[in-house]
């Protein structure tokens, strides 16, 4: 089945510091690719939209100057968390949606990706 | 405004069965997924319902009526490794997806 990796898994950093976290989708063509966070014990909320060549859609209270998102190949997408606080420690997962996913809107979801902030 | 509502939390018997239920509120509907995840773990996909009736995989089934807004997911044969979360999700009209707060599926010998 199709596959999306993300990288890095876990990552530690300073306050204050900026983090990147890279989507991939290895066999397919991911023209839309959704970024989500999860806080313990929380459903997945989605955080924005992006699609390949445009600008991503941010969802309300999400602030789109302090997570980043490129979406400049249909193979890859990133996030970056810009001068991160404890706050923003959260597990965060990418998903992607393209022609392997057919008429049928199925997601691919990446391994996530655990990010502390000290 | 659009919902999904689940029950937080079920225990079942391993070896036993057990049915999840879902209802929905979207905007549109194109599909309904139902997603297991295991603590600290991405979602993974477990099956995927836009017409109703049931689908069977395996030990896992899940139903779908459209008509009440309405979806379950069936685990026949519980065993230990499926003590989970399970998200139910719904696609809406601009293919976005409306996730429940999920279950937690407690198994217990």
């Known amino acids: 089945g199709a596959v999306v990796s993300q990288h890095p898994s876990w990552v530690i950093c300073k306050s204050g510091t900026s983090v990147k976290i890279e989507c991939r989708s290895l066999d397919f063509q991911a023209t839309t690719m959704f970024w989500y966070r999860q806080f313990p014990k929380q459903s997945l909320m989605l955080m924005a939209t992006s699609n390949e060549g445009s600008k991503a859609t941010y969802e309300q209270g999400v602030e789109k100057d302090k997570f980043l998102i490129n979406h400049a190949s249909l193979t890859l997408s990133t996030l970056t968390v810009t001068s991160a606080h404890p706050e923003d420690s959260s597990f965060y997962i990418c998903?992607?949606?393209?022609?392997?996913?057919?008429?049928?809107?199925?997601?691919?979801f990446g391994e996530g990706s655990r990010l502390t902030v000290l | 405004g659009q919902n999904i509502d689940q029950p937080t939390e079920m225990t079942a018997t391993e070896g036993a069965i057990v049915q999840i239920n879902c209802t929905y509120q979207t905007s549109g509907f194109n599909g309904l997924f139902w997603y297991q995840q295991h603590a600290g773990e991405a979602p993974t996909f477990l099956s995927y319902?836009?017409l109703d009736g049931l689908e069977e995989k395996g030990r896992f089934s899940s139903f779908l009526s459209r008509s009440k807004g309405y979806s379950y997911l069936l685990l026949k044969e519980l065993q230990m490794k499926d003590s989970a979360s399970y998200l139910c999700a719904a696609l809406d009209s601009n293919y976005q997806l409306i996730w429940g707060a999920g279950t937690k599926l407690i198994i217990k010998p």
């Open positions: 998903s992607a949606r393209g022609e392997a996913g057919g008429d049928t809107g199925e997601l691919f």
């Open positions: 319902n836009v």
